[in-house]
């Protein structure tokens, strides 16, 4: 091999010994495939940019509900029939919605990967949307919907993001409301299904043991001729700065108590999110971490707690989540967490502990890239959010925070003045 192209062949990105090449067909379809040949598998997934957050009031819950409608048949695949071609050819299949995006994803050897691109093709264009389909189905998603109010961190957690993001969507859960949903007409469905689900929307990932050129081939034949269809476009009430601490109680009937703390941070992709990813080490990795060793371990005053950077389009939010032990008072959960986040944001870090986090930041990242399905999906939810080289610039990006970025996000965004507190008390506590 010359150097010229050996230069070249350096040059291409890797996720995890993926290869990953981009291309993007004339209908706007974006197409990312991930060369490994580690396995004989393939994982194909499609991602559409819409989720929870592009919808009206009047449609909270579609984005999820038409998740379970791409199942229920299309021009060439009737009712079950994705199910059981998946299972005759000895695949799974599966599909999730978020605030900012939705996925449908297949994993099948890949010897009969394709079949997989045929199915999202055809649904893609072609999904039936039988009324009476709906109707069933609609049932299955307020059974889903009832089944969460049983969950008193769900309730909770809904809470605080209603008095968090209070016009935004946001606010509102990615399942939807039961009145809304109760009253929701296929119609609707169709609409937004039209508005949303089309190549000019979406991206394709394409992950495992295939040729290149044969894959991209095969995205042309059956996705090339889909037309591209609108640009998306919806208007959403701004994120505002919050103006004071909030707090938020709901009850149990159990004697836990629950704690949630939430801060708006920032967008997917930014500086900001890599060093967010470094403080959520240092406060709750392992048994070393800041709030672990004196919340759990020292003081006994939680018997959990964790925390987590759930950067968005529109805005992140850094949940905190703790567990009271029995007998403890809340406030003095409270005031040790605070304790800690204030030293977090004003004290020098000490670099062994810096270098400690962003190995267990890098051994995290290893471990959810093991399979190919894990590395289509982070290809493809960076693709849609922001852009799908942040999943291979990942750890680069953690490794490059410095001591001083911890303390500056910390500082600046996990204050009290800018947080909701919520509490999940046994029935008639008050904290």
């Known amino acids: 091999m010359s150097a010229r192209s050996t230069k070249r062949a350096e040059a291409k990105p890797m996720k995890a010994g993926a290869v990953i090449h981009e291309h993007r067909l004339k209908n706007g379809l974006r197409v990312l495939i991930a060369e490994r040949h580690d396995d004989p598998v393939v994982a194909s997934m499609v991602f559409y940019g819409v989720g929870s957050r592009d919808e009206e009031e009047a449609e909270a819950g579609v984005s999820h509900f038409l998740e379970h409608m791409m199942f229920k048949g299309s021009a060439r695949f009737g009712k079950g029939e994705v199910d059981r071609i998946t299972t005759v050819l000895g695949g799974s299949n599966n599909a999730f919605t978020t605030p900012d995006h939705t996925a449908y994803w297949f994993e099948l050897a890949s010897d009969r990967w394709e079949v997989a691109l045929d199915i999202e093709a055809d649904r893609m264009k072609g999904l039936n949307l039988d009324t009476r389909e709906f109707d069933s189905e609609k049932k299955v998603v307020l059974e889903e919907l009832s089944m969460g109010r049983d969950d008193p961190w769900r309730r909770l957690t809904q809470a605080v993001s209603e008095a968090m993001f209070k016009r935004h969507s946001y606010r509102r859960p990615v399942i939807g409301y039961e009145d809304v949903l109760k009253g929701m007409s296929v119609e609707t469905m169709r609409a937004y299904y039209e508005r949303h689900y089309h190549p000019g929307n979406a991206v394709l990932v394409i992950c495992g043991d295939v040729n290149p050129r044969r894959a991209l081939k095969a995205a042309r034949e059956r996705f090339g001729s889909i037309p591209a269809g609108p640009r998306p476009e919806s208007e959403r009430a701004p994120i505002t700065e919050p103006a004071g601490e909030q707090r938020v109680t709901t009850h149990w009937d159990d004697s836990s108590r629950r704690l949630v703390m939430v801060w708006p941070t920032a967008v997917v992709g930014s500086d900001e999110d890599y060093a967010l990813d470094v403080v959520t080490a240092l406060l709750t990795h392992g048994r070393l971490s800041r709030l672990q060793a004196r919340l759990v371990h020292d003081e006994k005053l939680a018997v959990s707690v964790s925390a987590a950077n759930d950067t968005r389009v529109d805005s992140g939010v850094f949940w905190l989540y703790a567990e009271c032990a029995d007998g403890v008072d809340p406030r003095a959960l409270e005031r040790a967490i605070d304790d800690e986040l204030t030293r977090l944001g004003s004290e020098r870090l000490p670099?062994?502990?810096?270098?400690?986090?962003?190995?267990?930041?890098?051994?995290?990242?290893?471990?959810?890239?093991?399979?190919?399905?894990?590395?289509?999906?982070?290809?493809?939810?960076?693709?849609?959010?922001?852009?799908?080289?942040?999943?291979?610039?990942?750890?680069?990006?953690?490794?490059a925070v410095t001591a001083v970025a911890v303390k500056e996000v910390t500082s600046r965004f996990l204050t009290p003045s800018r947080r909701v507190i919520g509490w999940s008390l046994p029935e008639g506590e008050r904290v």
């Open 351 to 399: 670099q062994s502990e810096l270098r400690r986090a962003k190995r267990i930041l890098e051994a995290s990242d290893a471990h959810e890239s093991e399979t190919v399905s894990d590395i289509a999906e982070e290809l493809g939810e960076f693709a849609v959010d922001a852009h799908w080289r942040l999943a291979v610039e990942g750890v680069e990006r953690n490794e």
